[in-house]
């Protein structure tokens, strides 16, 4: 029979990664696809993502395992995603702005359910490890477990927006926007439950570290190659600066609140 404390700390990890739902489930309360919508959700996911990496992911891994172990590892995952977007065809964006609002099969479109993809798998990567640093500190601490876990729900949910906003503007499928957001949280509780069958026994400080340097490099890649030239391209210049600002400003209350 599993020990409680097991499944308490499986149950944090599961409630953190899903709050990811929250955020997912802001497509449902747009009734009009706008331009200046997608710019401010473009520009508010980059900020998260940016902020997160170089204020929390790679600052940790630096002092755990070293400037040269951390930042290898934050450019390898720069190069890994590199050589993925090489390996995905990049449409070609002709930049008409009424296509973004339109439920067709643009060009537009499929660029923009391409970043969403994207953006999912960094925050579903990114998430693992949360989802083994929550349930460790939770078999450890169950005081310190809640709190961390609390400060992972409140800025997954700005995550789940990242992801379901271009999803949402190149569907126009609310459902189909929150789905694949909402699973991109999944990967908080799976990454428990393989740390508790696997790699618990055999997980230190050093591969925790690294594997969150690797995750900020992904981020780091994704926010400048994708999220932000994407954000600008529709005109909006100060509404991405404003959503941008919006999103390291979430990402930083949320942190505090830890």
Known sequence: MIDESILF???????????TGIGSAIAYFIKKPKVIYLSLS????????????FVELLPNALENIGQFWGVTAFFIGILVIGIIDIFIPEEI?????????????????????????????AIAIHNF???????????????LGIMIAI????????EGISVSMPI????????????????????EPIGAMIGFLILMPFLSDILLSSMLAFIAGIMVYISIDELLPMAYQYGHNHTVILG????MLVMALSLLML
């Open 151 to 158: 400060a992972i729900a409140i800025h997954n949910i700005p």
């Open 129 to 143: 490890p949360e989802g083994l640093a929550t349930f460790g500190t939770a078999l450890t601490n169950v005081k």
């Open 244 to 247: 941008f600002i919006a999103g």
């Open 42 to 53: 473009l520009g508010f996911s980059a900020g998260v993502m940016i902020y997160i990496s």
């Open 9 to 19: 700390a499986l149950l944090l990890t599961t409630l953190a990664g899903l709050s």
């Open 168 to 187: 949402y503007y190149a569907t126009n499928n609310r459902n189909k926007a929150f789905v694949y957001s909402f699973l991109s949280g999944i990967a």
């Open 93 to 121: 964006n002709p930049h008409h702005f009424t296509q973004i609002v339109k439920n067709t099969n643009s060009k537009t479109n499929a660029k923009l359910m391409r970043t969403g993809m994207f953006t999912a798998l």
